[in-house]
């Protein structure tokens, strides 16, 4: 940022200004990694922006975890943010003039939280990849039953009915996560105020008495470390841990403590939730984006594409059994870094899993799983649909006029 921006967020931070779209846009101006055209291209979208979230709208978001001062921050001057921005702006482009859109505004503008536009979001995208193929798409669509569905996608004489689902990670997990996080920072003050190398298990959470306990004890052998100059071994039902005199403080190295988590049992009970807020519809399939630690830290997310496509299908499948008129289920794990891992179509009986790049460092991996054979028809043009999306952006560039996303960074 340059020093008026500086300035800016300052008065910002200390309540004396609104924040403003100029103010959030102006890094955009002085990246280093965006072309001209790509500076010009970013500023349509804000524009954009703009006009549909209102003026004020950027102002509101402050202390809510939107992605416009999260992952979509233009002060992060990197490809992500900028690909991201981009493909918001697009599919609002795009989709805009479709039947019942307004509802989809009302909800981003509405919603300023993280998790409260991603589900308005996965609407974007499957919209997205539908109209890609020539589908007649509408929001919110009614239903027999009184309620809405998410979209309908008309491929013919059977139109199929997406109900989105966003599952986020439960107290449990943010609990651990948080303890992790704590006692991390703990110990690696404990580690440079001694000079120690220290690694270990941690067993469970703490409270805080014990955590202040675990740490009194901890300094107590440090000092004894810092006299002797050895190492010692603190074991207790609450962490295993090695200290080592060194005479370079690290990060420490830890595993643990187990997340007292069933992830499986949530996503089961997140089909049967909107299995049954579909009920009176026909050929419903069930779009999760899995952001739990079901792709991260389990057993499960170990396994190959193809042993995890296996492993899971039939539970999918065992979930709607129950739910005729729920054809099948897609689910993801949102995106992450790329892993190394090269891009990959399974299919185990008629189901797929995929592994696809993009040109911003991520990856997904999506799966796609049929009710039965009777499906077979819309798991080809999904399969296609996510085969296709690191091009998506790619195309919707083109058809709008603007330049590809080769011609937006240096």
């Known amino acids: 940022m340059n020093s008026l921006d500086v300035e800016g967020w300052q008065c910002v931070l200390r309540g004396e200004e609104n924040l403003t779209w100029d103010l959030w846009a102006a890094p955009i101006d002085s990246s280093s990694i965006l072309t001209t055209r790509g500076v010009d291209l970013l500023k349509s979208g804000i524009q954009e922006f703009r006009k549909f979230f209102g003026e004020d709208f950027i102002d509101k978001c402050k202390g809510k975890e939107h992605p416009f001062l999260t992952y979509l921050m233009p002060g992060n001057d990197i490809r992500m943010v900028y690909l991201g921005l981009i493909d918001l702006f697009v599919h609002l482009q795009f989709l805009r003039t479709q039947r019942r859109f307004g509802q989809i505004r009302k909800t981003l503008r509405t919603n300023k939280s993280l998790f409260g536009c991603g589900h308005a979001l996965l609407q974007l995208e499957v919209a997205g990849f539908a109209l890609r193929q020539g589908h007649d ?69 703490a409270d805080e008495s014990e955590l202040t306990h675990l740490m009194g004890d901890l300094d107590t052998k440090a000092r004894e470390l810092n006299a002797v100059g050895k190492s010692f071994v603190i074991h207790s039902d609450l962490a295993r841990l090695t200290l080592i005199k060194s005479e370079r403080a690290g990060l420490p190295e830890l595993s643990g403590p187990p997340t007292q988590s069933d992830d499986w049992a949530r996503l089961e009970a997140r089909i049967s939730e ?76 008629g189901n797929f899993a995929l592994r696809r790049h993009f040109i911003d460092g991520w990856e997904r991996e999506t799966i796609i799983i049929r009710r039965d054979k009777r499906s077979r028809k819309e798991v080809d043009f999904i399969m296609a649909w996510y085969a296709q999306e690191p091009s998506w952006l790619d195309w919707g560039l083109s058809q709008l006029g603007y330049p590809a996303v080769t011609e937006i960074f240096t």
């Open 137 to 205: 798409i509408e929001f919110e669509p009614d239903l027999e039953s009184g309620s809405k569905a998410d979209l309908k996608v008309h491929t013919g004489d059977h139109p199929t009915v997406f109900e989105m689902v966003q599952m986020g990670t439960d107290h449990a997990f943010r609990a651990t996560a948080t303890f992790r996080d704590r006692l991390n920072r703990e110990l690696m003050g404990l580690s440079m105020a001694h000079s120690l190398s220290i690694r270990g298990d941690i067993l469970r959470i």
């Open 274 to 349: 909107k299995a049954r807020q579909t009920s009176g519809a026909e050929n419903v399939w069930i779009r999760i984006d899995g952001l739990s630690g079901l792709w991260y830290f389990t057993g499960w997310a170990r396994h190959s594409l193809r042993e995890k496509l296996r492993l899971i299908a039939p539970l999918c499948q065992a979930a709607i059994r129950r739910y005729d008129h729920v054809s099948g289920i897609v689910i993801s794990n949102g995106r992450a870094w790329q892993t190394g891992q090269p891009e990959e179509t399974v299919c185990v009986d």
